[in-house]
């Protein structure tokens, strides 16, 4: 049986809008942190203390996105391995 590559082209879109989607809450996270709005305190998981400023937003931003979402897409992956159709559908 050949292979195409659509698995390996689907696995590639989906990761590359992983990074675009933390890219943008990082990049969020930055202007946010330009503005300085007070009152602004970010706790990372509710232990590690950010600083207030436009990287410490964007790292919060950044890691909680791509925590979130990790996780989510690594229980798809394992889901999907666990119950995918050994013969392909047919």
Do not use: C, K
């Amino acid at each position: 049986m050949s292979h195409d590559g659509s698995a390996y082209d689907g696995q590639r879109f989906v990761i590359g809008m992983y990074l675009v989607i933390v890219g943008i809450a990082a990049l969020a996270g930055y202007i946010i942190g330009t503005l300085r709005i007070e009152g602004m305190d970010p706790e990372l998981f509710g232990v590690l203390q950010l600083p207030p400023t436009a990287i410490g937003m964007a790292l919060y931003g950044g890691i909680t996105v791509g925590t979130l979402l990790g996780v989510l897409l690594v229980v798809m992956i394992v889901v999907s391995n666990r119950y995918a159709d050994p013969d392909g559908g047919s």
